[in-house]
């Protein structure tokens, strides 16, 4: 019988080594317009995020947005958006990516507080439908099809 692995790579899938942190979350390294960071995997987010003190670190170009974000416990926070960026996780690629900009403190403050290293965003569900996610929970991959 065929592996769940051999299945997907087998479709064209890319596998993504996931990292579980001490709160729980999976951690995934990416990389935006050639800068790499370190982000939640969280398939509860419909958009995926940027810090808002990260724009310049990403080459992001920041527009005003009327989308009001919400999540972790705050609600109703301005952001902004970039439209065209370059997303690389492992060696699945996608162009004119857009992001979501918005202050991260309270991500960052809540993973602070339990020992957890702070993050740069959250890839979100947009990205996971587009690469057609399969997350293989027990062996902590992500799979992303090309």
């Known amino acids: ?15 993504i080594k996931l990292h579980l942190t001490k ?9 935006i317009n050639g800068v790499r960071g370190v982000f939640i995997l969280d398939t509860g987010a419909s958009s995926s ?8 670190t990403f080459k992001l170009d920041a527009k005003d947005s009327d989308i ?8 109703d926070m301005l952001t902004q958006i970039a439209k065209t960026n370059s997303l690389k996780i492992g060696k ?3 162009e004119k990516v857009a992001l979501i900009l918005f ?13 957890s290293t702070p ?6 569900a ?5 690469g057609s996610a399969v997350i293989d929970y027990e062996k902590k991959y992500l799979y992303l099809k090309n």
């Not at 009001?68 to 609600?75: I, N, R, V």
């Not at 202050?103 to 020992?115: D, E, F, G």
């Open 1 to 15: 019988m065929q592996t769940l692995q051999e299945f997907l790579l087998e479709k064209g899938y890319t596998k």
């Open 23 to 31: 709160t729980n979350h999976f951690e995934i390294r990416a990389t």
């Open 49 to 56: 995020c940027v810090g808002l003190d990260s724009v310049e």
């Open 68 to 75: 009001k974000a919400a999540g972790a416990g705050a609600t």
């Open 92 to 94: 699945w690629k996608k």
């Open 103 to 115: 202050n991260l403190t309270h991500v960052n403050t809540a993973l602070i507080n339990h020992n």
């Open 119 to 124: 993050v740069d965003g959250i890839i979100g």
């Open 126 to 130: 947009d990205i996971l439908k587009k």
